[in-house]
Every structure is written in structure tokens, then in C-alpha cells.
């Protein structure tokens, strides 16, 4: 899935002093909130998130600072105002680490100290407070990873962590394409896929359907510590480039995790809950048009609904809807599951195309306070037959740019104060 990263390596970007990394805790604290930063703009309609209409794509003009360059198979994260990029590539794997800020619209290079991971793609990348974790990911061709980091972002500092093994059974082994999810206090891996071979010019693709906690807190908040839990119910089929979700519910208040789409041999559009209280796998009933199947897209969570955007989706026949797993192609489409009802619908988009996000797969998005952010990624499309990806300017200024959505709702936030 991730063949065509390998390459040459990019050269880092320039790089700013440790005063100015973050400012430093400054917009850390939890008073720091920029009172501009959700201003409704002219001739949006403020109840167009009641119909999923009136929802306006806006390519961000004229950022500062030394932006990254473009790529796929990246992660990002949120803290507050900032979005944190790390990862990827397109003519390399690279270990860049990029934070553009939301208020300022500036991008940066924080001076990086400790134990610098090397770089990867597809991994797992998850915050808590100002405490990052990455996991896993391909670093060459047929070769995957199952170390952990951490990345403190009040100092910018790398530090490996050793996690202890599980009381019964083994730690993850290495992989890409999993999901790792901060459900609560805890972390949840699911899936993803391994190389069964020794020999990573010899890959032998495994899709995975095993899950473990990390808990890093208290006793484990050094190292960690990996935990095989009991679940019940049936678990979810084998996959890769799937997304992980958290959400409570609203009816039991327990912490629910949610799966969607992937691939395992074929695109998947199914959905899976675990109840994090019972350990119980389910899978949710759903109404309404379900996007068509995919992978390597982006699921993201503001308030109580979750946001599918772009990814590999079948080709469809005959403008029909029966699709074909010989062909396949990216999207740009964006869909929302109410999380509440379970009910699925397609947003209708408000906006010029130019400042649409050209169809992409394999880019980040991250939802801060009430807009969603889309940031490079690739486009083109496959053919299953020979496995040739055909690219149409997978490194061109659209797939470069940063796009931002605006979504509005009757919520206390919504309105600027």
C-alpha cells in the first residue's frame, strides 16, 4: 500500500529556536483562547449544520514560516490551536515534525531534543494533554515497526519507551495501517497489517484483528504497559487503514471505541463498536446513505458526529451503485454519522470549486474547536490487476495546500464570546 513512499529522503525544514517553539507554554494553558478564532464568516448559514447544508471549504491563504513538504501516509494531532504533523512522505519516509499554528497561520519547525524516532508512515499517533505517542509504521519497503515514542511538546522532546510485555501473551508485533485510539486514559491499538516474512524485500502481508491497551498512566506513565483484554461478542474482520474513533454515549455514558472502512484485500465500509466498559464488540445498525467503502481515509470527531472525509473508494459502474474492487480511485467526498442516531448523510458543500480539497488519500485531518482541517495526502488512482498506482500530481500545489471547513453548530462554543 505504502511502496511508492520509498525513495529519497527529504531535507528538513528550517528550524526555529526553543524560545519560540511553542511560545513556549504559553498557549498551553488551558485559559489561552483565541476569541477571534471562531467568528462566523459572511454568508454562511449559522443553522446549516441542522440540514448538512451550507458547509463551505476554505483553502488557507498565505500561511508564514517554512511549510512541509508534500506527502502521504503522515499523522496529526491537535493541541489547542496548534496542529502537529509528523511523518510520512512521498519520495522517502522522513522523521519531520511540522506545527502549523490556527491562530497565528504559521508554520514551524520546533528544535527537536532526546531520542528522535526514525521516520515512518502510516503509524499511530495520539495525544494526551501536551504528551504525544507514536507507534508502529513502515520505515523501509517491508519493513515495519512496533517501538513507541513519546514527544513531550512543553520542551519538544523525544524519549523511546519500553513497554511492558502483557501478563499472558505477546506485545503488538511490528505493523502498519493500525488504528491507536486514546479511549479515556488509555490507549487502544487495533489491527492493522504485518509482513510475515524475515526477509522485507520478501513481503508477506498478514491483515491483523488484534487488540491491546496501552495504559501510560501511574505506575506505567515511564514506560508503559501492554495490555491483552478480554473482549466478547464477534470481533471485527482483519484490516488495515481503517480509523479509530472514541465517543461516549450518550444513553450509558460508557467510552465507546468506534472502527471504520479499511482494507483486507478489498475496501470495507463496515462499522464496529467496542464498549470499553463491557469489552463488548457490536456492530451498529445505521441509517441513511452510507459513504461507499474505503481506505486510507480520515475519520475525525467534532462534537457528536464523525466526519469521513476522501480515502480509496471503488470505482462505481455505470454511475450505478455497484462498484468494482478491479479499480478504485480517490474522493474527496465528505460524509457525517451522527454518533447519537447512528444516521449517515453526505454533506452538501457550499463553495467555489477552487477551494475544494482536489480527491486525496493517505493525508491528516484534525478537528480543532469547530472547523476541520485537511492537509496534503495523494490522489490518483489503482489498478488491482498489476497493482500499478497511476498518480496525477501527487506532489502538486493542491495536494500541497491546507484546507479548513467551518462547522457550525447551536452549541455554547459556536459563538465567538
Known amino acids: 500500500m505504502f511502496a511508492e513512499i520509498v525513495g529519497s529522503t527529504f531535507s528538513s525544514g528550517d528550524q526555529v529556536s526553543a524560545s519560540d517553539d511553542l511560545n513556549a507554554a504559553q498557549i498551553l494553558q488551558p485559559d489561552c483562547v483565541n476569541r477571534n478564532f471562531m467568528d462566523i464568516e459572511d454568508n454562511v448559514d449559522r443553522h446549516a449544520a441542522n440540514n448538512l447544508s ?8 498565505n500561511p508564514t514560516g517554512p511549510q512541509p513538504r508534500p506527502r502521504h501516509g503522515h499523522r ?22 511540522h506545527v502549523y499554528n490556527t491562530v497565528t ?5 520546533p528544535v527537536l531534543k532526546g531520542d528522535v524516532p526514525n521516520g515512518c508512515a502510516a503509524y499511530g499517533f495520539v495525544v494526551e494533554g501536551t ?17 513507541l515514542y513519546e514527544l513531550q511538546a512543553t520542551k519538544w522532546e523525544w524519549r523511546k519507551m519500553y513497554p511492558e510485555s ?13 488504528s491507536f485510539t486514546m479511549v479515556g486514559e488509555k490507549i487502544f491499538l487495533f489491527g492493522g497489517l504485518a509482513n510475515e516474512s524475515d526477509d522485507p524485500k520478501n513481503n508477506i502481508p ?5 487488540l491491546y491497551i496501552l495504559d501510560t498512566r501511574g505506575v506505567h506513565s515511564h514506560n508503559g504497559k ?18 479509530g474513533i472514541s465517543f461516549a454515549s450518550k444513553v450509558t455514558g460508557n467510552l465507546n471505541l468506534l472502527i471504520y472502512g479499511g482494507m483486507s484485500g478489498c475496501r470495507l465500509g463496515d462499522l464496529w463498536l467496542l464498549d470499553t466498559d463491557s469489552m463488548t464488540w457490536s456492530k451498529p445498525r445505521t441509517l441513511g446513505p452510507a459513504p461507499l467503502p474505503r481506505s486510507l481515509h480520515s475519520s475525525t470527531m467534532i462534537a457528536n458526529k464523525m466526519y469521513v472525509f476522501g480515502g480509496w473508494v471503488p470505482l462505481v459502474i455505470n454511475d450505478s451503485k455497484s462498484t468494482t474492487e478491479r479499480e478504485w480511485k480517490c474522493t474527496n467526498t465528505l460524509a457525517v454519522l451522527d454518533l447519537e442516531t447512528m444516521t449517515w448523510d453526505n454533506v452538501t458543500l457550499d463553495t467555489v470549486e477552487e477551494n475544494v480539497p482536489r480527491a486525496r488519500a493517505g493525508h491528516c485531518a484534525v478537528g480543532i474547536q469547530s472547523r476541520l482541517y485537511v492537509w496534503s495526502g495523494r490522489d490518483g488512482y489503482r489498478k488491482a490487476w498489476n497493482n500499478q498506482v497511476r498518480v496525477r500530481h501527487s506532489v502538486s500545489e493542491h495536494i500541497f495546500y491546507l484546507f479548513r471547513i467551518d462547522i457550525f453548530y447551536k452549541m455554547n462554543y459556536y459563538k465567538a464570546k
Open 166 to 178: 502483557p501478563d499472558s501473551g505477546l506485545p503488538p508485533c511490528p505493523r502498519l495501517g493500525h
Open 226 to 243: 501492554w495490555i491483552v483484554p478480554k473482549t466478547y461478542g464477534d470481533s471485527p474482520p482483519p484490516r488495515e487503514s481503517h480509523t
Open 131 to 147: 504528551r504525544m505517542f507514536v507507534f508502529g509504521g513502515m520505515i523501509e519497503y517491508g519493513k515495519y515497526s512496533n517501538e
Open 206 to 210: 498478514k491483515y491483523l484483528n488484534d
Open 76 to 97: 496529526a494531532i491537535n493541541i489547542k490551536e496548534l496542529m502537529v504533523v509528523f511523518g510520512g512522505g512521498n519520495e522517502g519516509i522522513v522523521d519531520e515534525l
Open 105 to 109: 497561520n504559521q508554520w514551524y519547525v
Open 54 to 61: 451550507g458547509f463551505r471549504w476554505k483553502r488557507v491563504l
